[in-house]
């Protein structure tokens, strides 16, 4: 049985299709802790609710008090060091480690981002997704998990979706979709990755 550690900033839908495929047996690993980087991130409810160990661990502190992002990054690697993870999971993380974050687990952290490699890293990567779309520069988009690398929401690439976008949609449509592909996709890859490792 693998041991994972998810990293999220808020609503925790990734974390709860993680959490499910943990509990009935498609991944074969178990969510041993959850460590977010936001107080009211639901995914830490979600994690409480599971009766998962949880991380509450602001960068704010480290900012005012000048120690600056490679203290904190190094500081947050530890903590999660701690639940001797065999994959860390950012599914929602919504800050940019630096290699100081990295070096401890190799390439073993793996993010999820909501779009096709080289295209809109960073955020709101749906949003514009969809300016893209209805300024005709594109016309589908997709979501891709990667291992991490210090540049952002780029690195080897595990597996993409690709999805249509129609006239028809709203971003709300399309973000449905693109959440739907995003539970699925991180699945299937960390069930290949768990049963793999
Ligand atoms: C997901 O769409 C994920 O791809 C995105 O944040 C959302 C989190 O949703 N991540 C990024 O944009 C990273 N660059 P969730 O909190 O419901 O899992």
Known sequence: MKRLVVLVSGFGSNLQAIMDACADGRIGA???GVVSNRKAA???TRAREASIPTEYLPY????????????YDAFVAERVQAYRPDFVILAGWM??????????FGDRVINLHPALPGQFPGI?????AFEGFKAGEI???GIMVHRVVPEVDAGPVLGTT??????SDTLE????RVHGAEHDLLVRVLADLCAAA
């Open 173 to 176: 449509s399309l973000s449905e």
């Open 60 to 71: 704010g502190p480290y900012r005012d008090s000048g120690r600056g992002r490679q203290e």
């Open 124 to 128: 709101r990567a749906i949003e514009r």
């Open 162 to 167: 690709q999805i249509a976008i129609s006239e």
């Open 139 to 141: 016309t589908q988009t």
């Open 30 to 32: 178990e969510v041993v």
């Open 42 to 44: 639901h995914g830490l």
């Open 95 to 104: 800050h940019i480690f630096s290699a100081d974050f990295l070096v401890p």
